[in-house]
């Protein structure tokens, strides 16, 4: 049986001061997504390519640790990053059977920045927790995933605006 989990999170952040510059910020694409995820959990592959180490997640019984490789893509005054490539840690046994996608945005607008994130998990139900009803892992399943996607969300609303004035500052 396939287990799916699901959460989006959309974001409309107000940027009072030069919101004007937005745009340009976003096409500092190594910086904006360092602000977006903690740097000690992010290493840049190459250009556009990072892996990402999420925190250890705990699901019952199960500790695991997904490892996600972010690919960012770059359009006029909006920055992409969408997962291209996740192994798990700490799992044996069902890493065959796993599959993370991410798929993310961000965009200047002439008020401060809006967004969207969707994570969705696709993973064949675990032998360790064949007891627990699917229904039961999947809304653990999807307020996990949630609570990863607000802590992003909650990031974004602090340390990108905040990195986002440093760079302003920077510039002059």
Known sequence: MVLAFKAVQNLDLPVIEQPERLPHYLRQEARVVGA???????????????????????????RIKPVVELKAQQAPGRLELDSVHCDLEGVPGITDDFELKLRSWLQAEPNGL???????????????????????????????????????????????????????????
């Not at 977006?36 to 019984?61: C, E, I, K, N």
């Open 36 to 62: 977006l995820l903690s740097a000690d959990q992010l290493t840049t592959l190459q250009a556009g390519s990072y892996s990402y180490a999420v925190r250890p997640l705990q699901l019952f019984q199960l």
């Open 114 to 172: 809006v967004g969207e994130a969707e994570l969705e998990v696709q993973v064949s139900h675990p032998a360790v927790l064949r007891l627990i009803p699917a229904r039961v892992l999947e809304a653990t399943g999807e307020s996990l995933l949630n609570g990863i996607l607000l802590t992003i969300k909650g990031r974004v609303g602090q340390q990108l605006v905040r990195d986002f004035h440093s760079w302003c500052h920077e510039q002059n």
